[in-house]
Nanobody, 122 residues
C-alpha cells in the first residue's frame, strides 16, 4: 500500500514562491506516477503537474507552465512542486496522488495525501 504526505503549504504574497513536498512510501509498483492536483471550494480537483518515474517525464497544466516545476528528491521518495511567481488564483488546497499510471482526472487515483493549503494574497 502506498502512503502520501504533503507538506510545505502556507501564505505568501503574489509574486512569491513556495515549495510543496509529497513524501511517498510503500509499494513501489503503485507509485510510478505522482501527480499534484489542487482544489478550491465548490470546484472539482484540477490537475496541476505530474512526474512519471519511468523516463523522469514531467507535464504541467497550461495555467502553471513556466511557473511551477515538479521534481523528485530523496531518491524519488519525495516529489517536490516548486511554485514561483504565485498568483491569487493559485490559492487552493494542493493534493498529491500516486498510481502505477498517469491520469489527468482525479477519478483515476485511489491514493491521496491529506492536502496542504496554499494561500496567495494580492
Amino acid at each position: 500500500q502506498v502512503q502520501l504526505m504533503e507538506s510545505g503549504g502556507g501564505s505568501v504574497q503574489a509574486g512569491g514562491s513556495l515549495t510543496l513536498s509529497c513524501e511517498v512510501s510503500g509499494d513501489s509498483n503503485s507509485r510510478d506516477c505522482v501527480t499534484w492536483f489542487r482544489q478550491t471550494p465548490g470546484k472539482e480537483r484540477e490537475w496541476v503537474a505530474r512526474f512519471f518515474r519511468i523516463g523522469s517525464a514531467t507535464a504541467y497544466a497550461d495555467s502553471v507552465k513556466g511557473r511551477f516545476t515538479i521534481s523528485p528528491a530523496n531518491g524519488q521518495n519525495t516529489v517536490n512542486l516548486q511554485m514561483n511567481n504565485l498568483k491569487p488564483e493559485d490559492s487552493a488546497v494542493y493534493y498529491c496522488a500516486a498510481d502505477r499510471y498517469c491520469w489527468d482526472t482525479p477519478k483515476g487515483f485511489k491514493i491521496w495525501g491529506q492536502g496542504t493549503q496554499v494561500t496567495v494574497s494580492s
